[in-house]
């Protein structure tokens, strides 16, 4: 079963930074596109990040493109979301999960985990 877990989120004020964590669990995911998305409150979920299995390819939405960085360490199973000045619109439930190749397309696959929560806020 393709389900990984999210870690990282937090509580932090406009213009600070996160790091969010994904890791798999069981099986390699070394294969895998994997891509981070959000649901903020109300809102439906929303690709915002993805990056190909070797990690030389990364996608952005516009509303993270120059503020959140995608990275991989195929050595430790892990994909990071790197977030920084963090705007207030992002405070969501963020997940990450494998995804078809091309990543841009953010077709999951797999089964979705419990997301870790972002709140930004003063």
């Known amino acids: 079963q393709l389900q990984l877990v999210e870690s990282g989120g937090g509580s932090v004020q406009p213009g600070g930074s996160l790091r969010l964590s994904c890791a798999a669990s069981?099986?390699?995911?070394?294969?895998?596109?994997i891509g981070w998305f959000r649901q903020a409150p109300g809102k439906g979920r929303e690709g915002i990040s993805c990056?190909?299995?070797?990690?030389?390819?990364?996608n952005y939405a516009d509303s993270v493109k120059g503020r959140f960085t995608i990275l991989r360490d195929n050595a430790k199973n892990t994909v990071y979301l790197q977030m920084n000045s963090l705007k207030r619109e992002d405070t969501a439930v963020y997940y990450c999960?494998?995804?078809?190749?091309?990543?841009?397309?953010?077709?999951?696959?797999?089964?979705w985990g419990q997301g870790t929560q972002v709140t930004v806020s003063s």
């Open positions: 069981g099986f390699s995911m070394n294969y895998y596109d």
């Open positions: 999960i494998a995804v078809v190749a091309p990543c841009e397309a953010y077709i999951s696959i797999g089964s």
């Open positions: 990056i190909s299995s070797s990690g030389g390819w990364t």
